[in-house]
């Protein structure tokens, strides 16, 4: 089945470290997201991309950066990862043309639990 | 900014009642409202939606109503079984970027 992978699913790192969060999908969707999920405040988007030239900021891209490799690529970088960017980390992506007609339906991946000490 | 406020935040029936979560809107450019169930552990995985030219649409037990003049639109699952049990989103969509509501835990009692 055409999926959306994540990698790492957990990780652990200390203040001022460099992470990266890799994203792939085998679903063939032009359009990648990144989200940030803490408990009571529901998804927010952190970067979005329509193609791979095209990079987006979404309501909370401060201290976050995206690479768009590929068309299945999509990583999310912490340049110096700080206490309150432990979170639950989704990719998600969509495709407009549904099968019924306009949908803008986002696919999950399984997640990053990050925390940062 | 554009934003979806979502009500209960925590909701617990009994097994076989009916259970409405509500959200409204602020961006009167959406034209897709989807619905998103969390179960724990596990990644949001849609569960129904509805464009901005329909005003309900229903699938078995689930059904989601819309009122675009309002910016309303609801979940409505009856018979309610304790797999029901999770976190749900509602969602407002215009094409660009999808904005999400905060969410509501779902609790079934057997």
């Known amino acids: 089945d055409a999926d959306v992978t994540q990698t790492p699913r957990n990780r652990i790192t200390k203040t001022g470290k460099r992470i990266m969060l890799e994203c792939s999908q085998t679903?063939?969707?032009?359009?990648m997201y990144w989200y940030r999920q803490d408990p009571g405040l529901g998804l927010r988007l952190i970067y979005y991309?329509?193609?791979?030239?095209?990079?987006n900021k979404g309501e909370i891209s401060d201290g976050y950066s995206v690479s768009r490799q590929a068309q299945a690529k999509f990583s999310l970088s912490l340049e110096s990862a700080i206490p309150n960017q432990t979170a639950l980390y989704f990719c998600?992506?969509?495709?407009?043309?549904?099968?019924?007609?306009?949908?803008?339906?986002?696919?999950f991946g399984p997640g990053t639990r990050l925390t940062v000490l | 900014g554009e934003n979806v406020e979502q009500h209960p935040s925590t909701l617990s029936v009994q097994e076989g009642d009916s259970a409405v979560i509500k959200c409204t809107y602020s961006?009167?450019?959406?034209?897709?409202f989807p619905w998103y169930k969390q179960e724990l552990g596990k990644r949001p995985q849609l569960i129904i939606d509805?464009?901005?030219?329909?005003g309900e649409k229903k699938d078995q037990r689930i059904a989601v109503t819309l009122n675009k003049t309002a910016k309303h639109f609801s979940l409505h699952i009856t018979e309610t079984q304790p797999e029901d049990s999770a976190v749900y989103f509602c969602?407002?969509?215009?094409?660009?970027?999808?904005?999400f509501g905060a969410g509501t835990r779902l609790f079934v009692k057997a």
């Open positions: 679903k063939g969707h032009d359009r």
């Open positions: 509805i464009r901005s030219n329909v």
């Open positions: 961006d009167s450019a959406s034209n897709y």
């Open positions: 969602a407002a969509s215009e094409g660009f970027k999808t904005i």
């Open positions: 998600a992506t969509s495709d407009l043309a549904g099968p019924s007609g306009y949908t803008d339906t986002q696919y």
């Open positions: 991309s329509f193609d791979v030239k095209d990079i």
